[in-house]
């Protein structure tokens, strides 16, 4: 990544923003973690963001907690 796509990078998303190869590491767990508290998200303010920001990683993450909620 050059100092320009760094930049937009920053500008365009949360600085808390972890990046979708974080989200998708800890997608499971959080998704696991939300399903049984909300709160969850203030844990991880910056999966939150991300998912919040990302289209593809939000909805890799509202598949997953609707399967997680529907096995519960
Ligand atoms: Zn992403």
Redesign the pocket.
């Known amino acids: 990544m050059n100092h320009r796509e760094q930049l937009e990078r920053v500008l365009a998303t949360d600085p808390a923003d972890v ?2 190869e974080q ?2 590491a800890l997608l499971h767990m959080y998704a696991d973690m939300i399903a049984t508290d909300k709160d969850a998200a203030r844990e991880y303010p910056g999966v939150a963001a ?1 998912l919040a920001a ?1 289209g ?2 939000g909805e890799d993450f509202q598949g997953l907690l609707e399967a997680v909620t529907a096995g519960a």
């Open positions: 990046g979708c989200a998708i991300h990302c593809p990683c």
